[in-house]
């Protein structure tokens, strides 16, 4: 099956500094690549998705772009704030098996 | 509009007891799932429904058994609690099964002691 590694497991960053966090995938036949945020106690919510049909995706901030060749994807926060604090999960999914796998997490704290 | 809701928020149990999660959702998603939370462990998945009528073993089923009882409503199932089974639990829901994005419920948090 699937399988996502993502790093790095802890990131702590400057207010107004940019984070980056890669994820990797072992199954080619995925195709759909969502990361979610999620605040201590909380409920993971969808920040950004991209599919394997495209390179890149931004929103505001947020930028996800995909190297299906090398099967990596990455999660891209600029100007970071300190409610940007939480967890991020990527995850990949898609394939014919209809499941969603999720990498370990990453601690983002972002110090004001 | 609730989206995804589960109940309850917090139990606790003893070893042996037996529980049902529920969860509901009114946003006319074919396919939910549940998911165990562990720390350290992200998120794991341990049944799912792609559609009404069906269900699927995920990662870690060990334990569990579920229902998809109509297109609304999805439960989990432990017939008999082990301390091992202590996580936070969410139940989850998308418009199709394979590719499109998954909704989440609050979660039950849930200790056996």
């Known amino acids: 099956g699937e399988n996502v590694e993502q790093h790095p497991s802890t990131l702590s960053v400057q207010e107004g500094d940019s984070a980056v966090i890669k994820c990797t995938y072992s199954?080619?036949?995925?195709?759909?690549f969502p990361w979610y945020k999620q605040e201590l106690g909380k409920r993971p919510q969808l920040i950004i998705d991209?599919?394997?049909?495209?390179g890149e995706k931004k929103d505001q901030r947020i930028a996800v772009t995909l190297n299906k060749t090398a099967k990596h994807f990455s999660l891209h926060i600029t100007e970071t704030q300190p409610e940007d604090s939480a967890v991020y999960f990527c995850?990949?999914?898609?394939?014919?098996?209809?499941?969603?796998?999720f990498g370990q997490g990453t601690i983002l704290t972002v110090h004001p | 509009n609730a989206g995804v809701t589960q109940t309850p928020k917090f139990q606790v149990l003893k070893t042996g007891q037996s529980m049902t999660l529920q969860c509901a959702q009114d946003?006319?998603?074919?396919?939910m799932y549940w998911y165990r939370q562990d720390p350290g462990m992200g998120l794991r998945l341990i049944y799912y429904?792609?559609?009404?009528?069906?269900?699927d073993k995920g990662e870690v089923p060990n334990g569990y058994n579920v229902s998809r009882l109509n297109k609304r409503e999805f439960s989990l199932r432990l017939e008999s609690a082990a301390p091992s089974q202590t996580s936070v639990y969410f139940c989850?829901?998308?418009?199709?099964?394979?590719?499109?994005?998954?909704?989440f419920g609050d979660g039950t948090r849930l200790s056996i002691l």
């Open positions: 199954d080619s036949a995925s195709n759909y």
């Open positions: 946003m006319n998603h074919n396919s």
């Open positions: 991209i599919r394997s049909n495209v």
């Open positions: 429904s792609a559609s009404e009528g069906t269900t």
């Open positions: 995850a990949a999914g898609g394939t014919s098996y209809g499941k969603l796998t």
């Open positions: 989850a829901s998308s418009a199709q099964y394979s590719n499109q994005p998954q909704h």
